[in-house]
T-cell receptor, first 115, second 114 residues
């Protein structure tokens, strides 16, 4: 019930292409869905996040699409650049109770953008 | 300059030794977290604390211990009971119940058992 499943494990995209990473969750109590970007040897940094009251959120080249009924959400990176090459993690958490703020992470996707 | 600091960046431990990883934040966050990262497994929660002098076990707490005596500090001790401690350890913090769940991460400590 607490799992977040992420796919694909790795992704290779040409510069200027669209990168798409998908996540699925089971726990319907989750109400916060962030995406983190991590470069080698560094801590993850929040990229963009969404709550289930909206179906899409866009920030620059990064868009989250959210499908509440399917319990799925995805990250789209438009006009992918070599500097976007990193590991991306989806996560989910809920408000309320002792589980407040606990993030459950997906397994990560290693994105490589070729010039 | 606000943020989360972790020290040391690299740590080497002999088998049977306990080691303590430091995590400090000056973001005035109430909640702090420790994660372990292994290749291909994402981040797994070890311990978390929502207020001073209180903490809860995460998903993989066995072989680890923490304390939260000050709001700014949340040290993690990796004990000799942890059978496979070699990993990248990440500390994070957030405003907790008063905030929007956004967690900020430190730069990490890479622990290697020799």
């Amino acid at each position: 019930q607490q799992q977040v499943k992420q796919s694909p494990q790795s992704l290779i995209v040409q510069k200027g292409g669209i990168s798409i990473i998908n996540c699925a969750y089971e726990n319907t109590a989750f109400d916060y869905f962030p995406w983190y970007q991590q470069f080698p040897g560094k801590g993850p940094a929040l990229l963009i996040a969404i709550r289930p009251d909206v179906s899409e959120k866009k920030e620059g080249r990064f868009t989250i699409s959210f499908n509440k009924s399917a319990k799925q959400f995805s990250l789209h990176i438009m006009d992918s650049q070599p500097g976007d090459s990193a590991t991306y993690f989806c996560a989910a958490s809920m408000r309320g109770g002792t589980s407040y703020g606990k993030l459950t992470f997906g397994q990560g996707t290693i994105l490589t953008v070729h010039p | 300059d606000g943020g989360i600091t972790q020290s040391p960046k690299y740590l080497f431990r002999k088998e049977g030794q306990n080691v303590t990883l430091s995590c400090e934040q000056n973001l005035n966050h109430d909640a702090m977290y420790w994660y372990r990262q292994d290749p291909g497994q994402g981040l797994r929660l070890i311990y978390y604390s929502q207020i001073v002098n209180d903490f809860q076990k995460g998903d993989i707490a066995e072989g680890y211990s923490v304390s939260r005596e000050k709001k700014e500090s949340f040290p993690l001790t990796v004990t000799s009971a942890q059978k496979n401690p070699t990993a990248f350890y990440l500390c994070a913090s957030s405003f907790g119940t008063s905030g929007n769940n956004e967690q900020f991460f430190g730069p990490g400590t890479r622990l290697t058992v020799l």
